[in-house]
């Protein structure tokens, strides 16, 4: 369940990101929502998750899904570099995160 | 050093305070501290972030607050250390910094 928390914690943090993306863009009441509404969440979400797990290895997945996700989200929606050191650094988050719930 | 840096290195800092809170904190001024914490971290990121490069500061904060946070789990939580999993936390901020480093001199070349 821990585990299921800090998934949906990164994911908030994602939205997060993509509300400051568009409070840069658009100074509209819904980014600024958007943005505070996804880091409480996200914020909730890791502290949940923190209850069971080690805090070091919460926060360095909430982090890695974070930069993952952000990183993604340039890439489809912001039409960022897909080149393949970028995809290797993904690929080693991704590997070190399943890594560390393995071991948890 | 460079005013920048330093807010860099503060807010590294006291994003391990934060960290700490959202596991540890149980009084009510507590839980206001990390809020505080939280915020704090933000500006002071936000701030350095407006005159150096994003994803170098970035990659500098997610490091001081991984590395800070797992020591301090050790240090003044009595976490036991263990091995491997310290290896596989620094393996994933290798791959976070990577990845911001990259970001950033891929959007020096574009400009």
């Known amino acids: 369940m821990a585990w299921i928390f800090l998934v949906l914690a990164g994911c908030c943090e994602?939205?997060?990101?993509?509300g400051?993306?568009?409070i840069v863009r658009r100074r509209a009441f819904?980014?600024?929502l958007l943005m505070f509404g996804s880091f409480a969440g996200s914020f909730a979400l890791l502290s949940s998750a923190m209850g069971s797990l080690p805090m070091g290895t919460a926060y360095a997945v909430w982090t890695g899904i974070g930069t993952v996700g952000s990183a993604l989200v340039g890439m489809f929606l912001y039409g960022e570099s897909r080149s393949w050191p970028r995809?290797?650094?993904?690929a080693v988050i991704l590997a070190s995160a399943v890594g560390l719930k393995l071991i948890t | 050093m460079n005013r920048n840096w330093l807010y860099v290195l503060i807010g590294g800092l006291v994003e391990v305070v934060w960290v700490s809170g959202l596991k540890h904190a149980s009084s009510w001024w507590e839980w206001l501290g990390t809020l505080l914490a939280i915020a704090a971290s933000f500006y002071l990121i936000i701030e350095a972030s407006k005159r150096l490069p994003v994803g170098t500061v970035y990659a500098v904060f997610t490091g001081l607050g991984t590395a800070g946070t797992v020591l301090a789990e050790m240090i003044f939580f009595h976490e036991p250390f263990a091995p491997l999993k310290v290896l596989l936390i620094a393996l994933l901020l290798c791959g976070v910094m990577g990845l911001k480093l990259i970001t950033d001199r891929q959007e020096e070349a574009e400009h």
């Open chain 1, 14 to 18: 994602v939205l997060g990101v993509i």
């Open chain 1, 20 to 22: 400051m993306n568009r």
């Open chain 1, 30 to 32: 819904s980014s600024y």
């Open chain 1, 87 to 90: 995809m290797l650094c993904i």
